[in-house]
């Protein structure tokens, strides 16, 4: 297999943020039938009882300031966990000597580029999910995924692509007996090594991509670097994780 080609590429979605689960109790302030009405005078709530218990009402506030600037693409709602299909990436030393040679390069074009903490091979959208789906929801994913042998990938995956998209059709089918939104149509599969706030593909595109290819392709043992037997498929919903084996 020849080394991994590079790509540039926009997200519609953001990476997912780990959710706690709350839940709000009935309503109160009615009055039964025949009651008199209460007096319209009220008496001002104290300030420290006002922030006594913050976000309860709205939800916690999402300051994006906390990671990294990005924006959730959906709003955060007491019960929903955002929910995500993959199959893990475990960088080895060799992997993250190759990443520290492509990083500083691409920051001459993209200083605001960061890192990628894990890597990853995404086989579904963020979606959100309901607490009490989520046991049912990763049941499901574990039935569908039992059978599949191992694949190998690279930067992008140029190899296995078609095993990939029989994962994802089944994950799809998960999707679709949850009416939830399926993956992208003729996807192209890949493990991210960095991202930034903002669409930076004009500053990333054409020269800054075949320079950085010829990083790879110079780099000793690139090709075989850049394979990995992916053992496993992975769902993280909220700050929750679940394991699928693959055979």
């Known amino acids: 297999m020849s080394a991994a080609p590079l790509v540039g590429y926009s997200s519609s979605g953001s990476e997912d943020e780990a959710e706690t689960e709350a839940c709000a109790g009935p309503g109160v302030g009615g009055r039964h039938r025949g009651q008199s009405p209460l007096p319209s005078q009220r008496l001002p709530v104290p300030d420290s009882v006002l922030h006594m218990f913050p976000g309860t009402e709205e939800g916690p506030e999402d300051d994006s300031a906390k990671h ?7 709003p955060h709602e007491r019960g929903n966990w955002a929910t995500h299909v993959y199959v893990p990436y475990e960088a080895g030393e060799d992997f993250l000597e190759l990443l520290d040679a492509l990083l500083p390069h691409a920051q001459t074009y993209v200083p605001r580029l960061v890192r990628m903490e894990a890597f990853h091979v995404s086989l579904s ?72 706030v903002g669409d930076a593909r004009l500053q990333l595109e054409g020269q800054c991509l075949r320079e950085l290819q010829a990083i790879v392709d110079e780099f000793e043992d690139s090709e075989i670097l850049l394979r990995v037997r992916a053992r496993q498929v992975r769902c993280k919903s909220g700050n929750k994780f679940f394991s699928m084996p693959l055979k």
């Open 68 to 74: 990294g600037g990005r924006v959730r693409t959906f």
């Open 125 to 196: 959208q963020s979606v959100v999910l309901r607490h009490h789906w989520i046991l049912p929801f990763v049941q499901a994913l574990k039935d569908r995924v039992a059978s599949f042998q191992r694949t190998f990938v690279g930067l992008e995956v140029t190899s296995g692509h078609a095993q990939f998209l029989d994962l994802v059709s089944e994950v799809d089918r998960v999707m679709e007996e949850f009416e939830l939104p399926t993956f992208y149509q003729d996807p192209s599969f890949h493990i991210s090594l960095a991202w930034c």
